[in-house]
């Protein structure tokens, strides 16, 4: 099954396409488990069903410039944006629109699409008794990821059904040889993840571009070179996003690899568990409710 979300041109800022390319039995850990269907009968709407969603990108640049931005305006027709896609893709948008390190948001620029997307999928499922999140990492506990949930939390006593959908970033998986040593993979891995959160030719196109794009942008790379300690003042001010990605990726990767080597007894091993390029959608349901959808 395969479903491709529509990328916005208007907003290709950070928003990547996603396609929906697997469902499987999603392993409901220690909780009782039941098996009614439903999980898989939203799953299967969540990957053919589609929305038009209406957002706007004034929330984000006012919460910017209270963090020093320079927008000089926050509101108006540039900053309202429609997009369209396949609940799932949108779902999968906003979660990697929306990431960011130990649990900070990189910027608030798609809080507001956040909202819409969540709007979107309740106003198509039955909300009693399901859970949907959404996760991007690019491997477990990295200090970078994306979370968007949907739903309360089921009850700890609740038997539950789950299954689970696979989206691709547009971030290509890792190499055969990127996966030799820790030093290589975990160069690889930070340099993924940074062109994730930061696609170098979107970026390059909306640094060239107006406000308020253009400056959001140069917000979204400030802010990621204050995270990582790291400047890329001078690349993002030429609109040079690949210099500026690189810089950011070699800050990244010594980290990357503190944690590989940590956590796994091999490269191999650590490079089986990375994860960059997807985002997968959990669905859990519970209670008495036999339909996927209205």
């Given amino acids: 099954m395969v479903v491709n979300a529509t990328l916005d041109a208007a907003v290709f800022l950070l928003l990547l396409g996603a396609a929906v390319v697997g469902l499987t039995t999603a392993d409901a850990g220690s909780q009782p488990t039941l098996d009614d269907g439903r999980s ?3 799953a299967n709407v969540l990957a053919t069903s589609t929305a038009t969603v209406n957002y706007s990108l004034s929330p984000g640049a006012r919460r910017a410039n209270e963090s020093g931005a320079d927008f000089r305006r926050t509101s108006g027709p540039e900053f309202e944006r429609t997009t369209h896609g396949s609940l799932a ?18 910027t608030h620029a798609r809080d507001d699409f956040r909202s819409s997307v969540r709007e979107a999928i309740t106003a198509r499922l039955v909300p009693t008794g399901l859970r949907i999140d959404a996760a991007w990492r690019p491997y477990p506990d990295a200090p970078v990821e994306g ?13 539950t059904d789950a299954a689970t ?67 890329v003042e001078d690349p993002i001010a030429d609109a040079d996003t690949d210099v500026a ?50």
């Fill in 245 to 294: 990605n690189q810089r950011l990726a070699d800050a990244l990767a010594p980290r990357v690899e503190s944690d590989l080597r940590a956590r796994y007894d091999s490269p191999a091993d650590a490079a089986a568990a990375v994860s960059v390029s997807e985002v997968r959608i959990v669905v859990r349901t519970w209670g008495d409710e036999s339909e996927g959808g209205r």
């Fill in 40 to 42: 898989d009968a939203v």
């Fill in 89 to 106: 893709g949108l779902l999968a948008r906003v979660t990697v629109g929306t990431a960011g390190f130990d649990g900070t948001p990189v």
């Fill in 147 to 159: 979370h968007v949930a949907v739903g309360a939390s089921p009850p700890q006593s609740a038997a």
């Fill in 165 to 231: 959908l696979t989206i691709p970033t547009r971030t290509q998986s890792l190499p055969a040889n990127e996966t030799d040593d820790f030093e290589s993979l975990s160069n690889a891995v930070a340099a993924q993840t940074i062109e994730t959160v930061a696609p170098a030719s979107r970026t390059r196109l909306a640094l060239r571009g107006d406000p308020p794009v253009s400056t959001l942008v140069r917000y979204r790379y400030a802010r990621l070179a204050a995270a990582l300690n790291v400047s």
